[in-house]
T-cell receptor
Framework: EDQVTQSPEALRLQEGESSSLNCSYTVSGLRGLFWYRQDPGKGPEFLFTLYSAGEEKEKERLKATLTKKESFLHITAPKPEDSATYLC??????????FGTGTSLTVIP | SQTIHQWPATLVQPVGSPLSLECTVEGTSNPNLYWYRQAAGRGLQLLFYSVGIGQISSEVPQNLSASRPQDRQFILSSKKLLLSDSGFYLCAGRGTNEKLFFGSGTQLSVL
C-alpha cells in the first residue's frame, strides 16, 4: 500500500533558527515527489518537484532533497512569513497523487 | 497560466440535504482532475480523480460521487449529507506540467 508520512506534525522555531522537515514514503513506482505550502483556509501552493534520488531544488530559504526512501525540506534562517503547513505528495503510476498529513510550522519573531 | 475556479468558499448544510460542488479549469485542455478532502489539521485525502470526460475513479467508498460532464468541469455530489462529510474540499488539476494546481477550496459544515 502506498504510504506517505511526514514528521514532525508541528514545529516551532525562533526566527533565524534553521531546521528540516521530513517526508518518508513507501510507494510502488515513484513518478515524482512534490512539496506544497498551505496557508490556513487556502489551497496548497506548489513549491518543488523532485524526480530522482540525489536531486535537490532551492527557492529562497527553502531547499528540498530526495533519497530513495525520504525527502527533506530544509528551512534556513526562517522568517515569520514562512509560518504555514508544509505538505509533501507522491505521484504514482495511474495518475494518483497521495499526500502526507503535513508539518505545521510556526516561526516566532 | 493554469487556474482552478472553485465555489462556494463556505457552505453550511443540514444533515440529509444534497450537495453539489463545482470546479472549472482554465489554461489547459484535457487535464486530469481531482477532488480531495482535508479534515481539520490533517492531510489531503484523495476522493476521486478523472482522466477525461465521463471517466471517474473512486479512491474510497463513501457517501459522495463525482462527475465530469465537460473537459474542464468537475462536480462533487451527494444525495444525503452525513455529519462525517464535513471538511475542506479541494479541487485540483494536472495539465501540461506534472504538478498539481489547486483551487481555493470549499469549507463544508454539515450540521
Amino acid at each position: 500500500e502506498d504510504q506517505v508520512t511526514q514528521s514532525p506534525e508541528a514545529l516551532r522555531l525562533q526566527e533565524g533558527e534553521s531546521s528540516s522537515l521530513n517526508c518518508s514514503y513507501t510507494v510502488s513506482g515513484l513518478r515524482g515527489l512534490f512539496w506544497y505550502r498551505q496557508d490556513p483556509g487556502k489551497g496548497p501552493e506548489f513549491l518543488f518537484t523532485l524526480y530522482s534520488a540525489g536531486e535537490e531544488k532551492e527557492k529562497e530559504r527553502l531547499k528540498a532533497t530526495l533519497t530513495k526512501k525520504e525527502s527533506f525540506l530544509h528551512i534556513t534562517a526562517p522568517k515569520p512569513e514562512d509560518s504555514a503547513t508544509y505538505l509533501c505528495a507522491v505521484q504514482v503510476p495511474g495518475n494518483q497523487f497521495y499526500f502526507g498529513t503535513g508539518t505545521s510550522l510556526t516561526v516566532i519573531p | 497560466s493554469q487556474t482552478i475556479h472553485q465555489w462556494p468558499a463556505t457552505l453550511v448544510q443540514p444533515v440529509g440535504s444534497p450537495l453539489s460542488l463545482e470546479c472549472t479549469v482554465e489554461g489547459t485542455s484535457n487535464p486530469n482532475l481531482y477532488w480531495y478532502r482535508q479534515a481539520a489539521g490533517r492531510g489531503l485525502q484523495l476522493l476521486f480523480y478523472s482522466v477525461g470526460i465521463g471517466q471517474i475513479s473512486s479512491e474510497v467508498p463513501q457517501n459522495l460521487s463525482a462527475s465530469r460532464p465537460q473537459d474542464r468541469q468537475f462536480i462533487l455530489s451527494s444525495k444525503k449529507l452525513l455529519l462525517s462529510d464535513s471538511g475542506f474540499y479541494l479541487c485540483a488539476g494536472r495539465g501540461t506540467n506534472e504538478k498539481l494546481f489547486f483551487g481555493s477550496g470549499t469549507q463544508l459544515s454539515v450540521l
